[in-house]
C-alpha cells in the first residue's frame, strides 16, 4: 500500500484529501503545516506528497526545497496544491523541485489521476534507484575482485621471482662459503711455510729482500687475516638474507601453519632496510622494537608477511614526506615503533607505529577503501593497505584499524585469532551480527 502525506493548512481541503485517497485504497497521513510535514517526512518516507502552497510561517514551495534537498526524501513524487495558474508561479515551483500541480478547486477525478501518474513514476524511480545501487554494488565487487585477482596474480609472481633470485644467489654463495674455508687454511699454510723460511734462511738475496721491505709482510699477514673474516661475514650475510627471502615468499611451504610472528616481522624489515637507511635528504629511520611472547600464530604466512610489508612501506613514506618538509621536521629522529602482545589469550596484537605525518580525520575513514591513495601518480595503487585489510580482516578473521593526528603520526592495530578454532568461532559471531558484551574488552 502507498503512503501518501497530505500537507495542509485548510482543514477541510486536509479533511477532504484524506479521506478521498483512503477511498482509493492509499495510506495517507496528514499535516497541518509545513513544519509538522517536514517532520512526518522525515519520520514516515512518504511515495508521494500532496502540499498546499500557500501557508503560513512555511509555505509549500520551502517545503518542496527541503524535501528534495533531503536524499533519504529526495524520490518522494511532490504535488503543489495551488490556486495560482501564472506561468511564473508554475516556474518558480519547477525550480524548487515541484514533480507536478494540482489546481484548486480540486477535481476528485483530476487529484486520483495525478495522483497514480505520480505514484508511477515514483516507482520507476524507485526501480531505478534500487538497481543503480545494485550496479554500484557489483562494481564494487568486481572492482575488489579484479583487485585480489592483480595482487595474487602480482604476490604470486613476487613469490616466484624472489624464490629464485634466493636459489640463483644461494649456489654461488655457498661455493664461496665453504671454499673459503678451504681459502684460508691454504693461506695460512703457505704463511707459516714462508714464516720458517725467514727462521731458517735469514740471510737473503738481495731482490728478495727488496721485495719484502715493498710487500711489508707482517702488515700483510695481519691484515689478510683479517680480510678472510670480513670475507666469512659478508657470506654469511648474503646466506642470511637469502634465508630471508625464502622465509618471506615461503612457496615451499603448506598455505596454512604455524608460524612466528615476529620472524615475517623480521623479514618484512629486511627486505625495507634500504629504505631506513639516511639518505641526503632525511636522517637514519629507527625501528624500536617491543616484542612480548607471542605463541605460534595459525595463519596463511605469506599473505601476512606481505600485510606487514605494505603497512610498514606506508609507515616509511609517511616519515618521508615529513622528513623532507625541513620546517616540519621534529628535533626527535623519524622511528617506526612495533609492539606485540597477547590479548585474552586468543588474539595476537601488533601494532606498527609511525612519527610520520598524520592524516585527517576524511582520509583515515577511506585508508581501506580499494584504490584510495594520497599518493601521486605512479607512486600508489591504493591497494597495498586494502589488502592487507582483506588478508587480516577477511582471510584471517581478524581486526585492524588506524589511529591518526595529523602531524603527530599513525598507528595501526591489527588483532590476529591465534588459533583456528577462535577464527572460526570469531567468523561464525561476525556473520550473526554478534555483538560481545561491554565488559569484555
Known sequence: MSKILVIEDDSATR??????????????????????????????????????WVMPKMDGVEVCQQVKADPQLAIAFFILLTSR??????????????????????????????????????NLAQQLSNANQQLSQTLQELQQAQARLIQSEKMSSLG??????????????????????????????????????QKHYPDHHPEIKKQFAALDIEFLIHDLNKLLISMKNGAQRIRQIVLSLRNFSRLDEAGFKKVNLHEGLDNALLILQHRLQPSKERREIQVIKEYGELPKVECYPGELNQAFLNILANAIDAIEEKEYDIHSRPFSPPTIRIRTEVKNSTKAIIRIADSGKGMTEEIRQKLFDPFFTT????????????????????????NMHCISTLGEGTEFIIEIPISRSTRVLQQARASANYEPPSTQS
Open 15 to 52: 479533511l477532504f484529501l484524506k479521506k478521498d485517497l483512503q477511498r482509493e485504497g492509499y495510506d495517507v497521513i496528514a499535516a497541518k503545516d509545513g513544519a509538522e510535514g517536514l517532520l512526518l517526512a522525515q519520520q514516515q518516507r512518504p511515495a508521494l506528497i500532496i502540499c498546499d
Open 85 to 122: 495558474e501564472s506561468i511564473a508561479h508554475r516556474i518558480e515551483g519547477l525550480d524548487a523541485g515541484a514533480d507536478e500541480f494540482l489546481s484548486k478547486p480540486i477535481d476528485p477525478n483530476e487529484l486520483r489521476a495525478r495522483v497514480r501518474a505520480g505514484l508511477r513514476q515514483y
Open 160 to 197: 616466484q621471482l624472489v624464490a629464485g633470485i634466493a636459489h640463483e644467489i644461494n649456489n654461488p654463495i655457498t661455493f664461496i662459503d665453504g671454499n673459503l674455508n678451504h681459502a684460508r687454511n691454504y693461506i695460512q699454510d703457505l704463511l707459516s711455510l714462508l714464516q720458517l723460511y
Open 375 to 398: 599518493k601521486s601518480f605512479g607512486k600508489g595503487t591504493g591497494m597495498g593497505l586494502w589488502i592487507s585489510y582483506q588478508t587480516i580482516v577477511e582471510k584471517h578473521g581478524g
